[in-house]
């Protein structure tokens, strides 16, 4: 007995059909959505809102300007605290040792005017920097304009100057002086002369407030 080859009828027009029906486009479904940077923000700042409220709040809370002012926030914030804390955002360098710690020097058994010269002498800008940020303390400490102690911090002292011009130009010193011991700026003969002119601002403050 011969039996006849089963045959399969393939309906061009029928498959077209299927095809321009989204409801078989079954690819799409794998396929990344495009989603701006902006819209991904916006959907995980909403998951956060509503997981801060216990899913209370809806679904589309979220809106441009709640966004943009989450981000402002949280940029103060950050700023904020570089302003009170810069040595928070530096990196250490571990490499080399740190000449003339706050914590272990006494501010009043240095020989300042010979060991600054010493340092920039022979091109020891690093430590240079360290002795006249040193030696600010001491001058103003001498002043009575800060309580200096072995243990204190650097912000400590910026915040017990209470005129704002010589606590302007005290802040400008001290950062310069985080930024060269804790963060990766060089310190170099430029930025000694620069602690330098600060320094003399700061004098003249303090001769005209006598």
């Known amino acids: 007995m011969i039996h006849k080859a089963d045959s399969i009828i393939y309906d061009v027009e029928k498959i077209a ?10 690819n799409s479904q794998f396929d990344a959505p495009d989603i701006s940077w902006f819209e991904m923000l916006s959907r995980w700042f909403n998951r956060f809102i509503n997981s801060l409220f216990s899913g209370s709040v809806g679904q589309n809370v979220t809106t441009p300007i709640m966004v943009i002012a989450f981000i402002t926030a949280l940029v103060a914030a950050l700023y904020f605290l570089y ?43 690093r430590l240079a920097v360290r002795l006249i940020y040193l030696h600010t303390l001491r001058l103003l400490s001498d002043n009575y304009l800060i309580i200096w102690q072995i243990h204190k911090t650097p912000t400590e002292y910026i915040y017990e100057v209470s005129d704002n011009d010589l ?8 950062n310069i002086f985080l930024h060269v011991r804790y963060g990766n700026r060089l ?12 320094q003399t601002a700061m004098l003249n403050i303090i001769k005209s407030n006598v």
Do not use: W
């Open 167 to 174: 606590r302007q130009f005290f802040r400008e010193l001290t």
């Open 187 to 198: 310190a170099s003969l430029d930025i000694c002369e620069t602690m330098r002119d600060l």
């Open 17 to 26: 059909r299927y095809r321009a029906d989204g409801r078989f486009d079954y």
């Open 83 to 125: 302003k009170k804390r810069p040595e928070l955002f530096m990196r250490s360098r571990k490499t080399k040792p740190v000449e003339y710690e706050v914590e272990e020097e006494n501010i009043h058994e240095i020989d300042f005017g010979h060991d600054i010269s010493a340092a920039l002498d022979n091109c020891d800008y």
